[in-house]
């Protein structure tokens, strides 16, 4: 099925452990995103890509790098892990503007807790 | 940059009567989209309805209807006829129509966790 496809579901590191989130779209979408999930804050924009070749920095950027590989992919990397990384973390996409196609398809999200 | 706040943490509802979602934005942009999404259990992100700003007509989507109050910056979700499978998380975003700055990134509110009761 098209959609945005992030990997893994679930995933616990220890306090400094290093992890790579991967995220691909198969929409032809130029635009991707990562989001993080906490309890009363919703969804929170960490790293965004607008086109192939550019990332810039959300919301809440520290602690993390992103790579955007191709059109497709979009990986997170977590460096050190801490605590405070504990979250649900989304990839997304969609187009950058447009007003037919505004519509943000999401991944599953990955359930990722820092011990 | 803008805000989103949903004031309701948590709303109730008894199969098949009628209940509202609160949502209100802050933004000086004049060109933007609204949306709902609906979180369930599984966790996937599914989008319910959108609202574009410069349309004065009100969104609806079979039982899901908004309520688009642009000069109060007011964005509510009304779900009638509430079934089981509506109860979820359910989160208020804003997106800019900014063109060339905005890039489609989307501002979510805290989200308001509904509870259907049969």
């Known amino acids: 099925n098209a959609g945005v496809t992030q990997t893994p579901k679930f995933q616990v590191l220890k306090t400094g452990q290093s992890m790579t989130l991967q995220c691909a779209q198969d929409?032809?979408?130029?635009?991707m995103y990562w989001y993080r999930q906490d309890p009363g804050m919703g969804l929170r924009l960490i790293y965004y890509?607008?086109?192939?070749?550019?990332?810039d920095k959300g919301e809440v950027p520290n602690g993390y790098n992103v790579s955007r590989l191709n059109k497709r992919e979009f990986s997170l990397r977590l460096e050190s892990a801490a605590p405070s990384q504990t979250s649900v973390y989304f990839c997304?996409?969609?187009?950058?503007?447009?007003?037919?196609?505004?519509?943000?398809?999401f991944g599953q999200g990955t359930r990722l807790t820092v011990v | 940059a803008q805000t989103v706040t949903q004031s309701q943490p948590e709303m109730s509802v008894q199969e098949a009567e009628t209940v509202t979602l609160s949502c209100t934005y802050d933004?000086?942009?004049?060109?933007?989209?609204l949306f709902w999404y609906k979180q369930p259990p599984s966790r996937q992100m599914i989008l319910v309805i959108r609202?574009?700003?410069?349309?004065?007509q009100n969104a609806t989507e079979n039982r899901f209807s908004v309520n688009f109050q642009k000069a109060a910056k007011s964005f509510s979700l009304k779900i009638s006829d509430s079934q089981l499978g509506d109860a979820a998380m359910y989160f208020c975003?804003?997106?800019?129509?900014?063109?060339?700055?905005?890039?489609?990134?989307?501002?979510f509110g805290q989200g308001t966790i509904l509870t259907v009761h049969p």
């Open positions: 997304a996409s969609s187009e950058r503007w447009g007003s037919s196609n505004t519509e943000a398809f």
């Open positions: 929409m032809n979408h130029n635009s």
């Open positions: 890509s607008a086109s192939e070749g550019t990332t």
């Open positions: 933004t000086s942009e004049s060109d933007y989209y």
């Open positions: 609202q574009e700003a410069y349309k004065q």
């Open positions: 975003a804003y997106r800019s129509d900014a063109g060339g700055t905005s890039y489609g990134k989307l501002t």
